[in-house]
């Protein structure tokens, strides 16, 4: 994947890190500041307010969108004459169909809780102290993502939702659709009452700006990028703002020996299929030896069939029909995030085996089991450490909305915080609230 930064080193001190223009870092921390001031309106707003505001957001959006499918137009002919792939361009594409989606996912945010003010827990000392730990806002939160305009909005509603304002940082490869997003959903803010600043981008500030992002400590109180391996990476090894880690989807199905064989066809077909250039989408499928000779011609017939490029083992190969084309199978196969119409297949022995494959090669996002055996699902969920596990089941499924979530701002492959699909409760923390009548530590 192309991405908008070049790989750091993997463990950067603080003189290693790339220090953003002067001018420009002085425009991002204003940028900030104004988020933190915007985001103090947010803390004494009723849920009535913010469902309000997300449906304004979502009818701005609608009456937008021939203007906005226009600047998208710009940016599918920029990344078509980059050389972006089809899976990419069909992330980055929107039509008035996508933006009325993308609109319906902020009404159904406003029909979600409000996060803010939830008691995590609570109790009534003995000494009569009442104890509370409480749903807050995080403050500013920041995002930094590639060529997908879709983020714009589900990160803006997603942050609005739970309290908090949202600086956005998507890449050259949406610039024309995100600027267009962004000033629509600003002038919705401003519409209803709410500061436009609860909004903001700094695309016009490039590679500088971004840096500059990730080192406004201070500012800005969590950072979440969303994109490529590198970007990521960069991301977490030059920030000096927490990082909340978004993973790459190096995905795999497992057919399981006593899988039946038509729920396997139809689930890998879904999740490989259904949209390939999405981080939950399958990339290797692994089949045991004893439903092999079951399920790999006619799965392997289905995929072919619909254009998928295919990468196998010699077992797998040899049970492909004449008129499907396997081509050799290799560990860069099995490490890769293809993001395309392309599926590594490999058979395996055993149950054992295709959970250590997958432990060697995992990127640690989704895996998915087919299997009619309850012994062999539920070794699968102990044994498999990803944010997200599927039986039988499409990996498809790990999306924020599909999990009655509404929107999701990332998926975290990360074990601090938050670990899947991030929503709203995701970006709160929490504070003790301590009330007392004139209490004092003896």
Not at 95 to 106: G, K, N, Q, S, W
Not at 337 to 354: H, I, K, M, N, T
Not at 391 to 399: E, G, I, K, P, Q
């Amino acid at each position: 994947m192309t991405t908008t930064f070049e790989t750091a080193p993997t463990t950067p001190g603080p003189a290693s890190r790339p220090q953003p223009d002067a001018d420009v870092a002085a425009a991002v921390h204003d940028v900030a500041r104004r988020a933190q001031v915007a985001c103090r309106v947010l803390a004494t707003a009723t849920r009535a307010t913010k469902d309000a505001t997300l449906h304004a957001l979502a009818d701005a959006l609608v009456a937008a969108d021939a203007e906005i499918v226009a600047a998208n137009a710009e940016d599918l002919e920029r990344g078509r004459g980059s050389g972006m792939s089809e899976g990419l361009l069909d992330r980055l594409a929107l039509t008035p169909e996508r933006v009325a989606a993308i609109a319906d996912a902020l009404r159904a945010l406003a029909g979600l809780p409000d996060p803010v003010g939830e008691v995590v827990r609570g109790q009534t000392l003995p000494n009569g102290l009442r104890v509370r730990q409480l749903r807050v806002p995080m403050g500013v939160v920041g995002m930094i993502y590639e060529a997908r305009p879709n983020v714009t909005v589900d990160a803006a509603g997603l942050a609005l939702k739970s309290g908090n304002a949202v600086v956005l940082r998507g890449g050259s490869a949406a610039a024309s659709s995100n600027t267009v997003i962004v000033e629509v959903l600003r002038r919705a803010l401003e519409s209803v009452g709410l500061p436009a600043d609860l909004v903001q981008s700094i695309d016009r500030h490039g590679r500088s700006g971004a840096v500059a992002l990730m080192q406004a400590r201070g500012l800005v109180d969590l950072l979440v990028p969303r994109g490529g391996a590198d970007l990521i990476r960069t991301v977490v090894d030059q920030s000096t703002v927490p990082v909340i880690e978004t993973g790459t989807g190096n995905v795999h199905v497992y057919v399981d020996a006593t899988a039946d064989v038509a729920t396997a066809v139809e689930i890998v077909m879904n999740a490989k299929t259904q949209r390939v250039g999405v981080c939950n989408a399958a990339e290797t499928l692994l089949v045991h030896r004893d439903a092999a000779d079951r399920f790999l011609p006619a799965a392997l017939a289905a995929l072919g069939g619909a254009g998928v490029v295919l990468h196998g083992d010699e077992r797998a190969t040899a049970l492909a029909p004449e008129s499907v084309e396997v081509l050799p199978a290799t560990d860069h196969d099995w490490a890769t995030e293809y993001l395309a119409a392309e599926l590594a297949v490999r058979v395996v022995d055993s149950l054992d085996e295709a959970i250590e494959h997958i432990r060697t090669w995992t990127s640690g996002h989704t895996e998915a089991i087919v299997t009619r055996d309850l012994a062999s699902s539920e070794r699968f969920v102990a044994e498999i450490d990803s944010a997200a596990v599927m039986v039988n089941a499409s990996t498809r499924f790990t999306d924020g909305g599909e999990l009655g979530m509404g929107a999701e701002i990332g998926i975290s492959t990360q074990k601090l915080h938050a670990r899947g699909p991030m929503g709203l409760a995701e970006l709160t923390t929490t504070k003790w609230v301590v009330h007392g009548d004139g209490h004092v530590r003896p």
